[in-house]
Each structure stands twice: as structure tokens, then as C-alpha cells.
């Protein structure tokens, strides 16, 4: 499935500098406007700006540093982030101390190359990652290019591919059903806190579901649910109103109703070994992983 690339909006001259410099970098191949503001949709005027950075290699931190406007980035103020092996993004960042911020991810492109090939194949890897509940698909490497600017070079707008919609789908709807059947495992056993956890992790689940399914890339945004249009207004007040206190097996079956999601499926795609990871074919075994 085809994806359009996105044009880069006006960059105000701290951010062009920027992007000039990193485009200068013999290691890099090409830079691109992510985020709000390559959508066109700031949440704020004050928006930070986020810039990737793909690379051959990464370049030196004195060469990063050099990017900075001057008197930015002197003593112990630039800082550049390194993960370690195995996180779902293998990134490096760095922020630029100006106003409004800007973010500089380095991707190596060789991982993104890789990460087609695999989502072609139908396979991903979850990773229990910060910013939402049910963790971060790997493929939202493929959807970060995808719904990204390029400003200097082109790493192409890589498209979501039949395979990967086929199987990620389901998968994230099945996940979604074991997470509330583990809910009410949780009030059973008179562990409240621990239901909560699952009940939310499955309305995360349940918006991957839907928005991998309509077979485009989609951000991950603090507007996920919303996005993926998971619920009804007076489904999203009794979900914002949980406590861990109020839970009862009634009322995770009726979050369940409101998610459209039938929790005895859960037992089915546990018994299909699906939470030994997604996406299993061959040799090629996605897995869930931690960063």
C-alpha cells in the first residue's frame, strides 16, 4: 500500500541551520521533518521540532556538537544520547537548547532497511517502551519515515505492506482480549492495581488494532485512542473514570463491550501460543522485548 511523501513546512532559520549542518555530515544520507510539525498539526505554537537523522554511521559527538547555535550546547550542556543494544529504535539523540526545542534523532538506515524487510514478511517485535501502555510496535520505524519530511537526501516513504496489515491486525486484537481476560484474572485474586494495568494496556492494543488494519502508517501520538476512534464519548468518561477500587469482573466485561472485544477470544490466541510473539513465521520469530 502506497504512502505520499509529506512536504517540509518553513523552517525558521535555527532549525534550517540545523538540518544544514547535519546534511553537511559524510555519514548521513538524509534528513527529514518528523512529528506535529511535519503533519502539520503543532499541538502547540511553541511546538518542539523533531528532525531525523539517517546515518551510515554516527557521527562523532564533536561534529554534533558543532551544530549548535553558539553559546549552546558549552560545558556539560550538550548531551548525546546513546541506547543501548537491543532498543526497539537503536537510536542516538541529542537536543538543541533553543526555544521553541529541537530534537535530533540519528537512525542507522541499515535498521530501517531491515525493519522493511521483516513487515513485509508480516513480522514485527513489541517493545515495552514509554510512551504508551501496550508497548511500541517495531514497524513504527517504517510509519516515523513514512510520515516524515524530507528535507535533505531520501530514504523513500516506505509503504505498509499487505503482509504486515494481515498480521499485526489480529494479533493486536487478540493481545487485547488476553489483557482483559488477565483483568479479570487480576480482580479475582484481589489484585486491583494489576487489573487497571491490563484493562489499559488493552484499549492501547485494541487502537493498534484498528489503525494498522485500515492498512496506513499512524504516529504514536498522546492521541491514540483518538485517532483510531477506540471509543465513544460515554465509553471514554467510564474508561477515564476507572479506579482500581471500582473494578469488578462486570465492569472490565463492559469496557470490553465498549472496546468491541470478546474476552473468552483471549484463551484462543494464548492457546495459539500468540504471546510468544507476533508474527511467526519461519525462522524469522518477532518477539516481545524490553528496551
Known sequence: MSTAELKAPALPPTVSDV???????????????????????????????????????????GELRRLLPPGA???????????????????SEFTVPVSPRIDVCLRPLVHL????????RGTFTVHSYPKTAGGV????????????????????AP?????????????????????????IDHVAAGEPLG???????????VAHSRLISRGRWYPITKRLLDEAGVIDPRARERLAGLSAGRLTEA?????????????DDGLDWLARG????PGRQGQDLARIGNC
Open 73 to 91: 550546547g558549552s560545558g556539560d550542556r550538550f548531551e548525546l544520547h546513546t541506547a543501548n543494544a537491543g532498543h526497539p529504535f537503536q537510536e
Open 251 to 263: 465492569v472490565v466485561r463492559q469496557v470490553a463491550d465498549d472496546l468491541e472485544v470478546d474476552v
Open 19 to 61: 538540518v544544514d549542518g547535519l546534511a553537511a555530515l559524510p555519514a548521513v544520507r538524509s534528513v527529514r521533518i518528523a512529528g506535529s510539525r511535519a503533519r502539520g498539526k503543532p499541538t502547540r505554537p511553541d511546538s518542539d521540532w523533531d528532525i531525523l537523522a539517517y546515518t551510515d554511521t554516527l557521527p562523532a559527538s
Open 159 to 183: 509503504a505498509c505492506p499487505d503482509a504486515l496489515v494481515t498480521a499485526a491486525g489480529p494479533w493486536w486484537r487478540g493481545r487485547a482480549s488476553c489483557a482483559l481476560l488477565l483483568a
Open 137 to 156: 510496535p517495531s514497524y513504527i520505524l517504517l510509519s516515523e519515515a513514512a510520515l516524515s519530511a524530507p528535507v535533505h537526501g531520501d530514504v523513500g
Open 195 to 205: 487489573a487497571l494495568e491490563h484493562v489499559l494496556a488493552a484499549a492501547t492494543s
Open 113 to 120: 532497511r531491515q525493519e522493511e524487510g521483516r513487515a513485509a
Open 274 to 277: 500468540e504471546h510468544m510473539g
